[in-house]
């Protein structure tokens, strides 16, 4: 399961009910920054391992790295938060993260799921500061023998 954007706890204040729905079933969580208060992922590490990258809001209890490369499932996996301008984001993330199959990013607040450069990027969007979106929104990542087979963006707001 994919995350970012939380903002806590302005936005945040507890786990809603419709995230934690997707979070029961989480095999990992992977959260793409601006948890802003370090809580947040003691509160989600209750359902499931986190892996996390730090955001431009984030406080300075908040330790966590501003890049992550791990493996799940045998998928190469990076992680940022924020992946720079929409223009030319899949080619400079290859160069960022040159082993990776995919990408994690947050930052926009924009969901969005995107194959270019030999890599599928993939920002889940916020669940709790929609911004312009016409919902809160999470990912859903389907990872199996080092393949992503199913990447969902999933609404949870109505």
Same mark, same amino acid.
Request: with cysteine; charged share 25%.
């Given at each position: 399961?994919?995350?970012?954007?939380t903002?806590?706890?302005?936005?945040w204040?507890?786990?809603?009910?419709?995230?934690?729905?997707h979070l029961?079933g989480?095999?990992?969580?992977?959260?793409?920054?601006?948890?802003c208060?370090a809580s947040?992922?003691a509160?989600?590490?209750?359902?499931?391992?986190v892996?996390?990258?730090?955001?431009?809001?984030?406080g300075?209890?908040?330790?966590?790295?501003?890049?992550l490369e791990?493996?799940?499932?045998?998928?190469r996996?990076?992680?940022i938060?924020?992946?720079g301008?929409?223009?030319?984001?899949?080619?400079?993330? /290859? +160069? $960022?993260? *040159?082993?990776?199959? %995919?990408?994690?990013?947050?930052h926009s607040?924009?969901? @969005?799921? &995107? !194959?270019?450069?030999?890599l599928r990027?993939?920002n889940?969007?916020?669940?709790t500061? /929609? +911004? $312009?979106? *016409?919902h809160?929104? %999470?990912g859903l990542l389907?990872?199996?023998a080092?393949? @992503?087979? &199913? !990447?969902?963006?999933?609404?949870v707001?109505?």
């Open positions: 399961m994919a995350l970012s954007d903002h806590a706890p302005r936005h204040r507890s786990c809603p009910p419709r995230v934690a729905e029961r989480a095999d990992a969580i992977l959260h793409a920054g601006d948890v208060v947040v992922l509160e989600l590490a209750a359902y499931a391992p892996h996390a990258v730090k955001g431009n809001n984030d300075p209890d908040v330790t966590a790295p501003e890049t791990l493996t799940l499932d045998g998928l996996l990076g992680m938060h924020d992946s301008p929409a223009r030319g984001r899949p080619a400079r993330l /290859r +160069r $960022r993260f *040159p082993e990776a199959d %995919l990408v994690v990013f947050g607040h924009i969901p @969005l799921d &995107e !194959a270019g450069e030999g990027i993939f889940p969007g916020s669940p500061d /929609r +911004r $312009r979106q *016409p809160g929104t %999470l389907t990872i199996e080092g393949v @992503l087979r &199913e !990447a969902r963006i999933v609404p707001t109505p």
